[in-house]
Protein backbone atom coordinates (compact mmCIF):
# COMPACT_ATOMS: atom_id res chain seq x y z
CA UNK A 1 0.00 0.00 0.00
CA UNK A 2 3.07 2.56 0.50
CA UNK A 3 3.34 2.69 -3.21
CA UNK A 4 -0.49 3.36 -3.53
CA UNK A 5 0.34 6.59 -1.10
CA UNK A 6 2.34 8.46 -3.58
CA UNK A 7 -0.39 10.08 -5.60
CA UNK A 8 -1.77 13.61 -4.97
CA UNK A 9 -3.36 16.34 -7.48
CA UNK A 10 -3.44 13.79 -10.19
CA UNK A 11 -4.00 10.19 -9.04
CA UNK A 12 -7.71 9.61 -8.58
CA UNK A 13 -7.73 6.03 -9.86
CA UNK A 14 -6.40 5.09 -6.49
CA UNK A 15 -10.18 5.53 -5.22
CA UNK A 16 -10.74 2.31 -6.59
CA UNK A 17 -7.88 0.95 -5.93
CA UNK A 18 -7.51 1.59 -2.54
CA UNK A 19 -10.97 1.18 -1.35
CA UNK A 20 -14.81 0.96 -2.68
CA UNK A 21 -16.90 4.00 -1.98
CA UNK A 22 -19.06 2.30 -0.30
CA UNK A 23 -16.66 1.66 2.89
CA UNK A 24 -14.14 4.46 3.10
CA UNK A 25 -16.43 7.06 4.44
CA UNK A 26 -16.72 4.87 7.75
CA UNK A 27 -13.10 4.32 8.52
CA UNK A 28 -12.02 4.78 11.55
CA UNK A 29 -8.53 6.81 11.73
CA UNK A 30 -7.80 7.69 15.22
CA UNK A 31 -8.05 3.66 15.48
CA UNK A 32 -5.86 3.03 12.58
CA UNK A 33 -3.49 5.87 13.91
CA UNK A 34 -3.34 4.54 17.27
CA UNK A 35 -2.61 1.14 16.05
CA UNK A 36 -0.24 2.24 13.44
CA UNK A 37 2.04 3.86 16.16
CA UNK A 38 2.63 1.43 18.14
CA UNK A 39 4.45 -0.73 15.21
CA UNK A 40 6.84 2.24 13.77
CA UNK A 41 9.99 3.26 15.06
CA UNK A 42 9.62 6.12 17.76
CA UNK A 43 11.48 8.63 15.29
CA UNK A 44 9.34 8.54 12.92
CA UNK A 45 6.59 10.02 14.37
CA UNK A 46 8.55 12.68 16.16
CA UNK A 47 6.33 15.74 15.89
CA UNK A 48 10.31 17.24 15.23
CA UNK A 49 10.19 15.39 11.62
CA UNK A 50 7.12 17.41 10.01
CA UNK A 51 8.13 20.56 8.22
CA UNK A 52 9.04 23.83 9.20
CA UNK A 53 8.53 26.24 6.59
CA UNK A 54 7.55 24.25 3.47
CA UNK A 55 3.32 23.93 3.25
CA UNK A 56 1.47 21.77 4.89
CA UNK A 57 -2.34 21.22 5.66
CA UNK A 58 -2.75 21.36 9.43
CA UNK A 59 -2.90 17.30 9.45
CA UNK A 60 -3.35 14.00 7.59
CA UNK A 61 -3.40 14.05 3.83
CA UNK A 62 -2.07 16.20 1.60
CA UNK A 63 -4.68 21.64 -7.01
CA UNK A 64 -4.27 25.37 -8.33
CA UNK A 65 -2.79 28.10 -7.19
CA UNK A 66 -3.66 31.85 -8.07
CA UNK A 67 -3.83 35.34 -7.53
CA UNK A 68 -6.64 37.40 -6.70
CA UNK A 69 -7.28 40.74 -4.85
CA UNK A 70 -3.78 41.10 -3.24
CA UNK A 71 -4.34 37.35 -2.09
CA UNK A 72 -2.47 34.00 -3.33
CA UNK A 73 -4.72 31.10 -3.32
CA UNK A 74 -3.58 27.53 -2.79
CA UNK A 75 -6.68 24.87 -3.33
CA UNK A 76 -5.60 21.73 -2.81
CA UNK A 77 -6.26 18.00 -2.65
CA UNK A 78 -7.05 17.02 1.31
CA UNK A 79 -8.07 14.05 3.67
CA UNK A 80 -10.04 15.58 6.50
CA UNK A 81 -10.19 12.60 7.79
CA UNK A 82 -6.82 10.95 7.83
CA UNK A 83 -3.11 11.13 6.44
CA UNK A 84 -4.16 8.63 3.33
CA UNK A 85 -5.60 8.76 -0.11
CA UNK A 86 -9.25 8.77 0.46
CA UNK A 87 -12.55 10.97 1.56
CA UNK A 88 -10.76 13.69 -0.59
CA UNK A 89 -11.70 17.38 -1.25
CA UNK A 90 -10.79 20.68 -1.97
CA UNK A 91 -9.27 22.70 0.99
CA UNK A 92 -7.85 26.00 0.40
CA UNK A 93 -5.46 28.44 2.01
CA UNK A 94 -4.94 31.79 1.31
CA UNK A 95 -1.35 34.08 2.06
CA UNK A 96 -0.46 37.17 1.55
CA UNK A 97 3.32 36.14 0.37
CA UNK A 98 3.33 32.35 -0.55
CA UNK A 99 5.31 31.96 2.55
CA UNK A 100 3.15 32.50 5.46
CA UNK A 101 -0.45 30.90 5.12
CA UNK A 102 -3.88 30.74 6.45
CA UNK A 103 -6.55 27.70 6.45
CA UNK A 104 -10.11 28.83 5.14
CA UNK A 105 -13.09 26.73 4.70
CA UNK A 106 -13.29 23.60 2.61
CA UNK A 107 -13.87 25.51 -1.24
CA UNK A 108 -14.92 22.12 -3.16
CA UNK A 109 -16.31 18.86 -2.03
CA UNK A 110 -18.74 16.18 -4.04
CA UNK A 111 -22.25 17.66 -4.63
CA UNK A 112 -23.80 16.94 -7.74
CA UNK A 113 -24.65 14.34 -10.26
CA UNK A 114 -21.20 15.01 -12.46
CA UNK A 115 -18.50 15.30 -9.37
CA UNK A 116 -21.07 12.88 -7.06
CA UNK A 117 -17.70 10.06 -6.91
CA UNK A 118 -15.03 12.27 -6.20
CA UNK A 119 -13.83 16.44 -6.82
CA UNK A 120 -10.29 15.92 -8.55
CA UNK A 121 -7.54 17.77 -10.18
CA UNK A 122 -8.29 21.47 -12.17
CA UNK A 123 -6.81 24.69 -12.66
CA UNK A 124 -7.95 28.35 -11.45
CA UNK A 125 -8.35 30.77 -14.61
CA UNK A 126 -9.64 34.66 -14.58
CA UNK A 127 -12.14 35.67 -17.06
CA UNK A 128 -11.93 39.44 -18.79
CA UNK A 129 -14.40 40.94 -16.24
CA UNK A 130 -11.89 39.59 -13.33
CA UNK A 131 -13.93 36.47 -12.22
CA UNK A 132 -12.43 33.63 -11.09
CA UNK A 133 -13.18 30.18 -12.32
CA UNK A 134 -12.07 26.96 -11.37
CA UNK A 135 -12.16 23.41 -13.69
CA UNK A 136 -11.89 20.15 -11.99
CA UNK A 137 -12.21 16.53 -13.29
CA UNK A 138 -15.29 15.09 -11.42
CA UNK A 139 -15.99 11.62 -11.05
CA UNK A 140 -19.94 10.58 -12.14
CA UNK A 141 -19.88 6.97 -12.42
CA UNK A 142 -17.68 5.04 -9.91
CA UNK A 143 -18.31 1.48 -11.80
CA UNK A 144 -16.67 2.57 -14.74
CA UNK A 145 -14.42 5.74 -13.01
CA UNK A 146 -16.14 8.12 -15.65
CA UNK A 147 -14.22 11.47 -15.87
CA UNK A 148 -15.91 14.82 -17.00
CA UNK A 149 -14.37 18.28 -16.49
CA UNK A 150 -16.87 20.82 -13.87
CA UNK A 151 -16.59 24.51 -13.30
CA UNK A 152 -16.96 26.26 -9.89
CA UNK A 153 -17.27 30.04 -10.06
CA UNK A 154 -17.09 32.11 -6.50
CA UNK A 155 -20.53 33.05 -4.74
CA UNK A 156 -19.25 36.49 -4.25
CA UNK A 157 -16.36 37.80 -5.87
CA UNK A 158 -16.10 40.89 -4.08
CA UNK A 159 -15.18 38.86 -1.37
CA UNK A 160 -11.29 38.46 -1.92
CA UNK A 161 -10.90 35.52 0.82
CA UNK A 162 -13.21 33.66 -2.03
CA UNK A 163 -14.59 31.59 0.85
CA UNK A 164 -17.53 30.34 -0.92
CA UNK A 165 -17.86 28.37 -4.36
CA UNK A 166 -20.95 27.26 -6.62
CA UNK A 167 -21.14 24.85 -9.06
CA UNK A 168 -23.74 26.02 -12.04
CA UNK A 169 -26.42 23.98 -13.81
CA UNK A 170 -24.43 23.67 -17.16
CA UNK A 171 -22.11 20.87 -15.37
CA UNK A 172 -19.94 18.72 -16.54
CA UNK A 173 -18.70 21.27 -19.37
CA UNK A 174 -16.75 18.38 -21.01
CA UNK A 175 -17.41 15.01 -21.47
CA UNK A 176 -15.24 12.61 -23.17
CA UNK A 177 -16.31 12.06 -26.58
CA UNK A 178 -15.30 9.95 -29.85
CA UNK A 179 -12.19 8.18 -29.21
CA UNK A 180 -11.10 9.07 -25.73
CA UNK A 181 -11.04 7.28 -22.83
CA UNK A 182 -13.46 7.95 -20.09
CA UNK A 183 -10.99 6.52 -17.58
CA UNK A 184 -8.17 8.14 -18.70
CA UNK A 185 -9.15 11.99 -18.94
CA UNK A 186 -8.44 14.74 -16.42
CA UNK A 187 -6.14 17.68 -15.35
CA UNK A 188 -7.66 20.66 -17.02
CA UNK A 189 -5.10 23.75 -17.29
CA UNK A 190 -5.24 27.07 -16.81
CA UNK A 191 -7.40 28.14 -20.06
CA UNK A 192 -6.24 31.21 -22.21
CA UNK A 193 -8.14 33.29 -24.13
CA UNK A 194 -6.40 33.83 -27.97
CA UNK A 195 -6.50 36.75 -30.18
CA UNK A 196 -9.46 35.20 -32.09
CA UNK A 197 -11.73 35.59 -29.24
CA UNK A 198 -11.87 31.66 -28.05
CA UNK A 199 -10.64 30.48 -24.77
CA UNK A 200 -8.27 27.52 -25.11
CA UNK A 201 -7.37 24.86 -22.56
CA UNK A 202 -5.49 21.24 -22.22
CA UNK A 203 -6.74 18.31 -20.81
CA UNK A 204 -4.47 15.16 -20.15
CA UNK A 205 -5.07 11.69 -21.36
CA UNK A 206 -4.20 9.05 -22.77
CA UNK A 207 -4.07 6.79 -26.76
CA UNK A 208 -3.30 3.89 -28.15
CA UNK A 209 -4.24 1.79 -25.09
CA UNK A 210 -2.64 3.83 -22.69
CA UNK A 211 0.96 3.62 -23.86
CA UNK A 212 1.41 7.31 -25.61
CA UNK A 213 0.39 10.56 -23.69
CA UNK A 214 -1.84 13.15 -25.51
CA UNK A 215 -2.85 16.56 -24.76
CA UNK A 216 -6.21 17.30 -26.33
CA UNK A 217 -7.20 21.04 -26.80
CA UNK A 218 -10.61 22.72 -25.96
CA UNK A 219 -11.94 25.64 -27.15
CA UNK A 220 -14.64 27.99 -26.04
CA UNK A 221 -16.05 31.62 -27.32
CA UNK A 222 -18.42 31.41 -23.67
CA UNK A 223 -16.66 29.15 -20.92
CA UNK A 224 -19.49 27.14 -21.38
CA UNK A 225 -19.70 24.83 -24.40
CA UNK A 226 -16.46 23.70 -25.42
CA UNK A 227 -15.18 21.69 -28.13
CA UNK A 228 -12.11 19.86 -28.81
CA UNK A 229 -9.42 20.10 -31.85
CA UNK A 230 -9.56 16.71 -33.30
CA UNK A 231 -6.06 16.63 -33.49
CA UNK A 232 -3.75 16.94 -30.32
CA UNK A 233 -1.51 19.54 -29.16
CA UNK A 234 1.17 17.54 -28.72
CA UNK A 235 1.88 13.49 -28.35
CA UNK A 236 4.39 10.79 -27.43
CA UNK A 237 5.17 7.55 -26.70
CA UNK A 238 5.15 7.93 -22.89
CA UNK A 239 2.37 6.81 -20.83
CA UNK A 240 -0.84 8.59 -19.86
CA UNK A 241 -0.02 12.04 -19.25
CA UNK A 242 -1.37 13.63 -16.34
CA UNK A 243 -1.18 17.24 -14.98
CA UNK A 244 -0.72 19.00 -18.10
CA UNK A 245 1.12 22.76 -18.30
CA UNK A 246 1.34 25.29 -20.93
CA UNK A 247 2.47 28.31 -20.68
CA UNK A 248 4.84 30.99 -22.47
CA UNK A 249 8.49 32.10 -21.94
CA UNK A 250 11.19 34.17 -23.44
CA UNK A 251 14.72 33.17 -23.63
CA UNK A 252 16.45 35.34 -21.14
CA UNK A 253 13.77 37.07 -19.74
CA UNK A 254 13.01 36.23 -15.98
CA UNK A 255 9.70 38.27 -16.06
CA UNK A 256 6.59 35.92 -16.75
CA UNK A 257 4.62 35.85 -19.47
CA UNK A 258 0.41 35.90 -19.09
CA UNK A 259 -0.64 33.06 -21.79
CA UNK A 260 -3.75 35.07 -22.49
CA UNK A 261 -1.50 37.97 -23.62
CA UNK A 262 1.64 36.45 -24.85
CA UNK A 263 2.39 36.89 -28.78
CA UNK A 264 5.69 38.11 -30.49
CA UNK A 265 8.11 36.08 -32.63
CA UNK A 266 10.20 35.90 -29.79
CA UNK A 267 7.87 33.75 -27.70
CA UNK A 268 8.43 30.35 -26.78
CA UNK A 269 5.90 27.30 -25.27
CA UNK A 270 6.93 25.30 -22.47
CA UNK A 271 4.61 21.75 -22.19
CA UNK A 272 5.21 20.29 -19.14
CA UNK A 273 3.11 16.82 -18.16
CA UNK A 274 3.13 14.58 -15.62
CA UNK A 275 4.09 10.88 -16.74
CA UNK A 276 1.43 8.28 -15.09
CA UNK A 277 4.07 5.82 -15.39
CA UNK A 278 7.62 7.30 -14.76
CA UNK A 279 6.02 9.48 -11.68
CA UNK A 280 8.15 12.63 -12.32
CA UNK A 281 7.50 15.56 -14.49
CA UNK A 282 9.28 16.28 -17.52
CA UNK A 283 8.89 19.66 -20.04
CA UNK A 284 9.99 20.40 -23.12
CA UNK A 285 10.21 24.21 -24.97
CA UNK A 286 8.82 24.66 -28.44
CA UNK A 287 6.76 26.35 -30.68
CA UNK A 288 3.08 26.80 -30.58
CA UNK A 289 1.32 27.68 -33.80
CA UNK A 290 -2.02 28.37 -32.89
CA UNK A 291 -3.53 28.13 -36.35
CA UNK A 292 -2.92 24.55 -37.00
CA UNK A 293 -3.45 23.98 -33.08
CA UNK A 294 0.15 22.32 -32.88
CA UNK A 295 3.15 22.34 -30.55
CA UNK A 296 6.37 21.18 -31.75
CA UNK A 297 9.41 20.79 -29.15
CA UNK A 298 12.69 22.57 -30.10
CA UNK A 299 14.55 19.35 -29.54
CA UNK A 300 13.42 16.91 -31.71
CA UNK A 301 14.68 14.08 -29.17
CA UNK A 302 12.84 16.15 -26.28
CA UNK A 303 10.34 13.70 -25.65
CA UNK A 304 12.79 11.19 -25.03
CA UNK A 305 15.72 13.09 -23.31
CA UNK A 306 13.31 14.02 -20.51
CA UNK A 307 14.74 17.35 -19.47
CA UNK A 308 12.79 17.28 -15.55
CA UNK A 309 11.85 20.03 -13.50
CA UNK A 310 13.21 18.12 -10.23
CA UNK A 311 14.84 15.01 -10.21
CA UNK A 312 13.65 14.04 -6.95
CA UNK A 313 10.47 13.64 -4.99
CA UNK A 314 8.54 16.03 -7.52
CA UNK A 315 5.08 15.63 -8.98
CA UNK A 316 1.81 16.81 -9.95
CA UNK A 317 3.14 20.37 -10.61
CA UNK A 318 1.33 23.29 -11.67
CA UNK A 319 2.85 26.99 -12.61
CA UNK A 320 0.50 30.16 -12.40
CA UNK A 321 1.19 33.62 -13.55
CA UNK A 322 1.71 35.88 -10.75
CA UNK A 323 0.49 39.40 -12.18
CA UNK A 324 1.34 41.53 -8.89
CA UNK A 325 5.84 40.45 -9.27
CA UNK A 326 5.34 39.40 -13.36
CA UNK A 327 6.49 36.23 -12.59
CA UNK A 328 5.58 32.42 -13.10
CA UNK A 329 5.53 31.05 -10.19
CA UNK A 330 6.28 26.64 -9.96
CA UNK A 331 4.67 24.33 -6.97
CA UNK A 332 5.27 20.99 -7.38
CA UNK A 333 4.14 18.15 -4.76
CA UNK A 334 6.93 16.20 -2.29
CA UNK A 335 5.19 12.14 -1.26
CA UNK A 336 6.66 10.48 1.63
CA UNK A 337 9.37 7.99 1.10
CA UNK A 338 8.15 6.15 4.30
CA UNK A 339 5.28 4.02 4.48
CA UNK A 340 1.54 4.15 4.30
CA UNK A 341 1.65 2.61 8.25
CA UNK A 342 3.92 5.54 9.11
CA UNK A 343 2.08 8.37 7.64
CA UNK A 344 -1.11 7.25 9.26
CA UNK A 345 1.01 6.66 12.80
CA UNK A 346 2.65 10.23 12.65
CA UNK A 347 -0.70 12.14 11.49
CA UNK A 348 0.29 13.86 8.26
CA UNK A 349 1.56 13.36 4.98
CA UNK A 350 2.99 14.84 1.78
CA UNK A 351 4.51 18.54 1.33
CA UNK A 352 4.59 21.19 -1.12
CA UNK A 353 7.98 22.14 -2.28
CA UNK A 354 9.07 25.82 -2.42
CA UNK A 355 7.69 27.88 -4.53
CA UNK A 356 9.94 28.57 -7.85
CA UNK A 357 10.04 31.17 -10.01
CA UNK A 358 10.60 30.08 -13.40
CA UNK A 359 12.05 31.42 -16.58
CA UNK A 360 13.79 30.48 -19.83
CA UNK A 361 17.62 30.92 -19.96
CA UNK A 362 19.45 32.89 -22.40
CA UNK A 363 20.01 29.70 -24.72
CA UNK A 364 16.28 28.36 -24.54
CA UNK A 365 17.57 25.06 -24.03
CA UNK A 366 15.67 24.43 -20.93
CA UNK A 367 14.43 26.18 -17.58
CA UNK A 368 15.79 27.94 -14.68
CA UNK A 369 14.15 27.42 -10.86
CA UNK A 370 15.09 29.21 -8.53
CA UNK A 371 12.95 29.57 -4.80
CA UNK A 372 10.84 32.49 -4.82
CA UNK A 373 12.59 35.90 -3.01
CA UNK A 374 9.91 35.87 0.22
CA UNK A 375 11.49 32.56 1.73
CA UNK A 376 14.54 35.09 2.08
CA UNK A 377 12.28 36.95 4.69
CA UNK A 378 12.53 34.00 7.12
CA UNK A 379 16.30 33.87 7.04
CA UNK A 380 18.74 34.77 10.32
CA UNK A 381 21.74 33.94 11.98
CA UNK A 382 23.48 33.93 9.44
CA UNK A 383 27.21 31.92 9.57
CA UNK A 384 29.54 32.14 7.12
CA UNK A 385 32.67 29.93 5.73
CA UNK A 386 34.88 31.49 2.99
CA UNK A 387 38.21 30.69 1.25
CA UNK A 388 38.06 27.49 2.70
CA UNK A 389 40.20 24.43 0.85
CA UNK A 390 39.09 21.09 1.28
CA UNK A 391 41.60 18.74 1.03
CA UNK A 392 40.52 14.76 -0.60
CA UNK A 393 38.84 12.77 1.97
CA UNK A 394 38.54 16.07 4.42
CA UNK A 395 35.03 17.07 5.52
CA UNK A 396 34.34 20.65 7.28
CA UNK A 397 31.54 21.26 10.21
CA UNK A 398 30.03 24.68 9.70
CA UNK A 399 28.99 25.42 12.89
CA UNK A 400 27.28 28.60 14.38
CA UNK A 401 23.83 27.07 15.04
CA UNK A 402 21.28 24.50 14.40
CA UNK A 403 20.74 23.32 10.85
CA UNK A 404 17.62 21.25 11.49
CA UNK A 405 15.96 24.45 9.30
CA UNK A 406 18.57 26.04 7.29
CA UNK A 407 19.08 27.44 3.90
CA UNK A 408 22.35 27.27 2.42
CA UNK A 409 24.38 28.69 -0.28
CA UNK A 410 28.01 28.02 -1.26
CA UNK A 411 30.02 28.44 -3.98
CA UNK A 412 33.09 25.98 -4.94
CA UNK A 413 36.16 26.70 -6.93
CA UNK A 414 37.62 23.91 -8.53
CA UNK A 415 41.35 23.50 -8.51
CA UNK A 416 41.78 21.24 -11.53
CA UNK A 417 39.78 19.23 -13.99
CA UNK A 418 42.60 17.35 -15.03
CA UNK A 419 41.15 14.84 -12.07
CA UNK A 420 37.85 14.29 -13.87
CA UNK A 421 37.29 10.16 -14.58
CA UNK A 422 35.92 9.20 -17.92
CA UNK A 423 32.18 8.92 -18.08
CA UNK A 424 30.98 5.45 -18.75
CA UNK A 425 29.14 5.35 -22.35
CA UNK A 426 26.28 2.96 -20.64
CA UNK A 427 25.72 5.83 -18.26
CA UNK A 428 26.16 8.97 -19.88
CA UNK A 429 21.93 9.10 -20.25
CA UNK A 430 21.03 7.77 -16.94
CA UNK A 431 21.94 9.80 -13.87
CA UNK A 432 20.01 8.81 -11.48
CA UNK A 433 22.37 4.88 -12.24
CA UNK A 434 25.36 7.03 -12.58
CA UNK A 435 24.87 8.38 -9.14
CA UNK A 436 23.80 5.10 -7.77
CA UNK A 437 27.18 3.96 -8.78
CA UNK A 438 29.33 6.72 -7.95
CA UNK A 439 27.23 7.63 -4.39
CA UNK A 440 29.11 9.98 -2.15
CA UNK A 441 31.42 7.78 -0.25
CA UNK A 442 32.68 6.15 -3.24
CA UNK A 443 36.37 7.83 -4.15
CA UNK A 444 36.56 9.96 -7.43
CA UNK A 445 39.04 12.28 -9.21
CA UNK A 446 37.01 15.96 -9.21
CA UNK A 447 34.64 14.87 -6.64
CA UNK A 448 32.01 13.97 -4.77
CA UNK A 449 32.07 17.31 -3.43
CA UNK A 450 29.45 19.21 -1.89
CA UNK A 451 27.37 19.10 1.26
CA UNK A 452 26.35 17.15 4.20
CA UNK A 453 22.74 17.66 5.60
CA UNK A 454 20.51 16.32 8.36
CA UNK A 455 24.01 14.65 9.68
CA UNK A 456 24.34 13.21 13.31
CA UNK A 457 27.55 14.16 15.63
CA UNK A 458 29.23 10.60 14.53
CA UNK A 459 28.22 11.57 11.15
CA UNK A 460 26.07 7.83 11.22
CA UNK A 461 23.55 9.51 9.54
CA UNK A 462 23.88 12.20 6.40
CA UNK A 463 22.15 13.25 3.34
CA UNK A 464 24.80 13.89 0.74
CA UNK A 465 24.14 16.33 -1.53
CA UNK A 466 27.07 16.80 -4.12
CA UNK A 467 28.84 17.27 -7.68
CA UNK A 468 30.84 14.93 -9.59
CA UNK A 469 33.00 15.82 -12.86
CA UNK A 470 33.17 13.47 -15.31
CA UNK A 471 35.00 13.65 -19.15
CA UNK A 472 32.34 13.43 -22.05
CA UNK A 473 33.40 10.87 -24.28
CA UNK A 474 34.67 11.93 -27.27
CA UNK A 475 34.98 15.68 -26.78
CA UNK A 476 36.41 15.57 -23.29
CA UNK A 477 34.25 18.20 -21.89
CA UNK A 478 33.23 17.87 -18.56
CA UNK A 479 29.64 16.16 -17.54
CA UNK A 480 28.54 17.72 -14.27
CA UNK A 481 26.68 15.45 -12.27
CA UNK A 482 24.42 16.80 -9.32
CA UNK A 483 23.56 14.14 -6.68
CA UNK A 484 20.98 13.57 -3.93
CA UNK A 485 22.60 10.39 -2.22
CA UNK A 486 20.07 9.85 1.21
CA UNK A 487 21.39 6.31 1.31
CA UNK A 488 22.67 7.37 5.35
CA UNK A 489 20.30 9.58 6.02
CA UNK A 490 18.61 7.23 8.41
CA UNK A 491 18.84 4.48 11.19
CA UNK A 492 15.57 3.47 10.79
CA UNK A 493 14.79 0.00 8.93
CA UNK A 494 12.79 -0.48 6.05
CA UNK A 495 13.02 2.95 4.35
CA UNK A 496 13.06 3.51 0.92
CA UNK A 497 16.39 5.46 0.11
CA UNK A 498 16.84 6.33 -3.30
CA UNK A 499 19.35 8.12 -4.71
CA UNK A 500 18.46 11.52 -7.34
CA UNK A 501 20.42 12.85 -9.40
CA UNK A 502 21.00 15.19 -12.44
CA UNK A 503 23.26 16.06 -14.99
CA UNK A 504 24.24 20.22 -15.03
CA UNK A 505 24.51 21.57 -18.51
CA UNK A 506 27.38 23.76 -17.23
CA UNK A 507 30.79 23.86 -18.75
CA UNK A 508 32.44 24.67 -15.24
CA UNK A 509 33.48 28.73 -16.39
CA UNK A 510 36.63 29.31 -14.46
CA UNK A 511 36.07 26.30 -12.79
CA UNK A 512 33.13 27.31 -10.60
CA UNK A 513 29.74 25.73 -9.88
CA UNK A 514 26.96 26.96 -6.92
CA UNK A 515 24.74 25.11 -4.15
CA UNK A 516 21.72 26.14 -2.76
CA UNK A 517 20.12 23.75 -0.14
CA UNK A 518 17.22 24.84 2.07
CA UNK A 519 17.00 22.39 4.92
CA UNK A 520 13.66 21.56 6.58
CA UNK A 521 13.81 19.07 8.82
CA UNK A 522 12.35 16.23 6.55
CA UNK A 523 12.96 17.60 3.34
CA UNK A 524 16.34 18.91 1.47
CA UNK A 525 15.61 20.50 -1.58
CA UNK A 526 18.66 21.69 -3.73
CA UNK A 527 19.42 23.43 -6.43
CA UNK A 528 22.67 24.01 -8.64
CA UNK A 529 24.53 25.98 -10.66
CA UNK A 530 21.83 28.68 -10.24
CA UNK A 531 18.91 26.66 -10.71
CA UNK A 532 19.82 24.95 -14.13
CA UNK A 533 19.23 21.57 -11.89
CA UNK A 534 17.08 20.86 -9.04
CA UNK A 535 16.22 18.04 -6.36
CA UNK A 536 13.87 17.72 -3.99
CA UNK A 537 14.49 14.69 -1.13
CA UNK A 538 12.17 13.05 1.87
CA UNK A 539 14.52 11.92 4.43
CA UNK A 540 13.76 10.66 8.00
CA UNK A 541 16.84 10.73 10.98
CA UNK A 542 16.51 8.69 13.81
CA UNK A 543 19.42 10.84 15.20
CA UNK A 544 19.67 14.09 12.95
CA UNK A 545 16.75 15.52 14.88
CA UNK A 546 16.81 19.35 15.84
CA UNK A 547 19.36 20.56 17.78
CA UNK A 548 21.33 17.47 17.04
CA UNK A 549 22.00 17.88 13.65
CA UNK A 550 25.08 19.06 12.00
CA UNK A 551 26.48 20.48 8.74
CA UNK A 552 29.27 19.96 6.55
CA UNK A 553 31.26 20.22 3.42
CA UNK A 554 32.95 17.04 2.35
CA UNK A 555 35.40 16.31 -0.44
CA UNK A 556 36.06 12.76 -1.66
CA UNK A 557 37.62 13.50 -4.86
CA UNK A 558 41.64 13.69 -6.10
CA UNK A 559 41.41 17.21 -6.55
CA UNK A 560 40.95 19.88 -3.80
CA UNK A 561 37.81 22.10 -3.52
CA UNK A 562 38.06 25.36 -2.80
CA UNK A 563 34.93 26.87 -0.68
CA UNK A 564 34.87 30.57 -1.73
CA UNK A 565 31.75 31.11 0.49
CA UNK A 566 29.52 29.65 2.09
CA UNK A 567 26.42 31.38 3.78
CA UNK A 568 23.90 29.34 6.52
CA UNK A 569 20.68 30.68 7.82
CA UNK A 570 18.50 29.35 10.13
CA UNK A 571 15.21 29.65 9.07
CA UNK A 572 11.96 30.81 11.43
CA UNK A 573 8.92 28.88 11.36
CA UNK A 574 6.10 31.14 9.36
CA UNK A 575 2.50 30.93 10.14
CA UNK A 576 1.15 27.74 8.61
CA UNK A 577 -2.19 26.72 8.57
CA UNK A 578 -2.70 26.77 11.85
CA UNK A 579 0.01 24.20 12.49
Same mark, same amino acid.
Given at each position: M????IR??? @??????? #????????????E?E???A? @????????????R????????????? @?PM?YE??Y????Q?N???A???????????? &????N?????????PS??????G????S??? #???????I????I?????N??????A???????PM??E???? !???????????????Q?????T???????Q????I???? /???? &?GV??VY?? !???? !?????Q??????A?????C?D?Y??S????T???AS??S?P???Y?????????RY???T?G?Y??? @????????????????RYD??N??A????Y???????V???W??????R??DV??????? !?AI? &?K??????? &?????W?? /??????????V???D?VI??G??V?V?G???A??D????? /?L???D????????????? /???C??K??D?E?GV???G??????A?R??R?AV???????????K??V???????K??LN??L???T???????????G?I???????R?V??S??????T?????V?P?L???????????NNG???????R?T???M???L????
Amino acid at each position: MGALVIRVAC @AWLLLLQ #LAGASHVIYRDFETEAATAA @AKVPPSIVDPLLRTGYHFQPPKNWIN @APMYYEGWYHFFYQYNPKGAVWDNIVWAHSVS &RDLINWQALETAIEPSIPSDKHGCWSGSATT #LPDGTPVIMYTGINRPDMNYQVQNVAYPKDKSDPMLREWVKP !QHNPIIVPDGDINATQFRDPTTAWLSGDGQWRLLIGSAA /EGGD &RGVAYVYRS !QDFK !QWRRVQRPLHSAATGMWECPDFYPVSPGHTTGLDASTASGPKVKYVLKNSLDVRRYDYYTVGTYDQK @AERYVPDDPAGDERHLRYDYGNFYASKTFYDPSKQRRVLWGWANESDTRAHDVAKGWAGI !QAIP &RKVWLESSG &RQLLQWPI /EEVEALRHRPVTLKDTVIKTGEHVEVTGHQTAQADVEVSF /ELSSLDWAEPLDPALAHDA /ERLCGVKGADVEGGVGPFGLWVLASANRAERTAVFFRVFKAAGNGKPAVLMCTDPTKSSLNPGLYLPTFAGFVDTDLPDGKISLRTLIDRSVVESFGAGGKTCILSRVYPSLAIDKNTHLYVFNNGKADVKVSRLTAWQMTKPLMNGA
